[in-house]
């Protein structure tokens, strides 16, 4: 791997067809980059224009008139959200695959950079590892037993929000991370006062360009449990678990139902 010379100027971008996030954080090869842009942009065509020329035509707009707006930046690297593949429809899945590659040539055009890709998950573990925890519920908002939480430990399966219940709204708790991060940021509301739903579009684009950085700083690595303690409680099991990543290291606690013995048969 070759050394990363700094400053670099980081562009991340999250792309939907209704709206592009984009943020622009200046890295020095500290911890915390500062950030020289955070928006989003919305490339109006005619409702009647449906299908490839929709993409086509907000294309060609996001070229000429919000390209020019970042090359003031001198822009060393790009990186993308890559399109979720997960969905049911694969019309939305293939179109989105499209219009990101269409986005992604389109700055490699007018910037010169090449844009590099990363997954949604990657995107989050890797700007925000302390989110990375034993899953403590299932889908159906169940705890999981003592002996399934054991094996979490003893094979290091830790994953994204596995603190949180399966239905949390994992954009929220995101732009919640980023704002502890980041207390500056100037987010916009409607009229009713409440975050209009481009901020997490912008969220997500910065969310991209710290762990961009952050594997910049330290490659890729995969989050691990170096110790745990556990200590009864009542009718309770208290573990106390530490997580590691690159040199960075967590302490977490998971509390969960103390087993109950089964019961001897003569």
């Known amino acids: 791997m070759s050394e990363v010379v700094y400053p670099r100027i980081v562009l991340g971008l999250d792309i939907s067809t209704a709206c592009i996030g984009a943020s622009i954080i200046l890295d020095n090869g500290d911890d915390k980059p500062k950030i020289l842009k955070i928006t989003h942009v919305s490339p109006k065509i005619s409702n009647k224009i449906k299908g490839m020329e929709a993409l086509f035509l907000r294309k060609k707009l996001f070229a000429e008139q919000f390209i020019p707006t970042l090359k003031e930046y001198g822009i060393t690297d790009v990186v993308v959200e890559e399109?979720?593949?997960?969905?049911?429809?694969?019309?939305?899945?293939?179109?989105?695959?499209?219009?990101?590659?269409?986005?992604?040539?389109?700055?490699?055009?007018?910037?010169?950079?090449?844009?590099q890709p990363i997954s949604s998950y990657d995107a989050r573990m890797f700007s925000f590892p302390e989110l990375v925890s034993i899953r403590k519920y299932n889908k159906r908002g169940e705890e999981y037993?003592?002996?399934?939480?054991?094996?979490?430990?003893?094979?290091?399966?830790?994953?994204?929000?596995?603190?949180?219940?399966?239905?949390?709204?994992?954009?929220?708790?995101?732009?919640?991370?980023?704002?502890?991060m980041y207390d500056d940021i100037e987010w916009i509301y409607n009229a009713k006062g409440e975050l209009k739903k481009e901020n997490y579009d912008a969220c997500d684009s910065l969310i991209c360009a710290l762990a961009y950085v952050n594997v910049n700083h330290h490659g890729i690595d995969k989050p691990t449990i170096t110790s745990h303690v556990i200590i009864e409680d009542g009718s309770n099991l208290v573990i106390n678990y530490t997580t590691k990543i690159w040199d960075r290291t967590y302490d977490k606690k998971l509390v969960i139902k103390k087993p109950v013995p089964k019961k001897k048969v003569n």
């Open 83 to 115: 399109p979720l593949l997960s969905s049911n429809n694969v019309n939305t899945v293939a179109t989105l695959l499209r219009y990101n590659g269409m986005i992604s040539d389109a700055i490699y055009d007018e910037l010169g950079v090449v844009p």
């Open 145 to 180: 037993p003592y002996k399934h939480i054991m094996k979490a430990i003893e094979t290091d399966n830790i994953v994204l929000f596995g603190a949180y219940p399966f239905d949390i709204d994992k954009k929220t708790v995101m732009m919640n991370k980023v704002n502890e």
